[in-house]
């Protein structure tokens, strides 16, 4: 199989960027084009090499993975490009930073390969990934909120629309959507893109966001 997906690897320890190298090139639809070692060196090596997928890390001295994450999306050069960011930690305020910064998804830094490679394919194919601790803890952070200040109202969003935006805020892919509502992928990518539209999101992301903000998740 040709290497159709392009990876750049940002950690600030060489020895994990080595690892994470060698399982990401140990797959067949995967290629490294780069690496670094701090955000700076992240925006300047995305602008290089044109990653499809940036695996990157959120603690980093110097600019942090969340600035260098808002860099690269910021960037219409890099329009094409996604974000999973790689950490250690489930703490709300980078989990929430990312987010808002751009990143497509999360994965833990104890994911074995075989959740990391798959990780990479999810974001690569434009769906949010979150692992399931780090969701949790969002969930639970948005429901901790005043209800006063959770938005309950979709203006124009049908009844599908609402159970698949229910959906991809529980961290489900395309495949279990189509099966849990009974409809084809096809359909679901339809809804998807319909909701993007709507509530004016950049992407699959930002729909989760929506989805906690309107009291959608957890309930």
Same mark, same amino acid.
């Given at each position: 199989m040709t290497a159709s997906v392009r990876v750049l &690897?940002? #950690? #600030?320890? +060489?020895?994990? *960027?080595?690892?994470? *190298?060698?399982? &990401? #090139? !140990?797959a067949d639809d995967l290629a490294v084009v780069g690496e670094a070692a701090t955000g700076e060196e992240a925006v300047v090596e995305a602008r290089t090499s044109r990653p499809d997928v940036v695996l990157m890390d959120l603690r980093m001295p110097g600019v942090d993975g969340i600035e260098a994450t808002r860099r690269i999306r910021a960037d219409p050069d890099l329009d094409g490009t996604r974000v999973l960011v790689l950490s250690m930690f489930e703490l709300d305020e980078y989990v929430s930073g990312a987010l808002r910064a751009g990143a497509s998804g999360f994965v833990l830094k104890d994911s074995g390969p075989a959740q990391l490679v798959d990780a990479i394919r999810r974001t690569h194919d434009g769906e949010s990934l979150f +692992?399931? +601790?780090?969701?949790a803890r969002i969930v639970g952070h948005y429901l901790d909120r005043p209800a006063a200040s959770i938005q309950r109202d979709l203006p124009a969003v049908t009844t599908r629309e609402t159970e698949v935006l229910t959906l991809v805020? *529980? !961290?489900?892919?395309n495949d279990e959507i189509a099966a849990e509502l009974t409809i084809?992928?096809?359909? &679901?990518?339809?809804?998807?893109?319909s909701l993007l539209s709507k509530l004016g999101a950049r992407d699959r992301a930002q729909l989760v966001i929506a989805a906690y903000e309107h009291g959608l998740a957890g309930g």
């Open positions: &690897v940002v #950690d #600030d320890q +060489a020895l994990l *960027r080595h690892s994470l *190298r060698l399982i &990401v #090139d !140990g +692992a399931p +601790a780090i969701l805020a *529980r !961290g489900l892919s084809s992928i096809k359909t &679901v990518k339809t809804h998807i893109g």
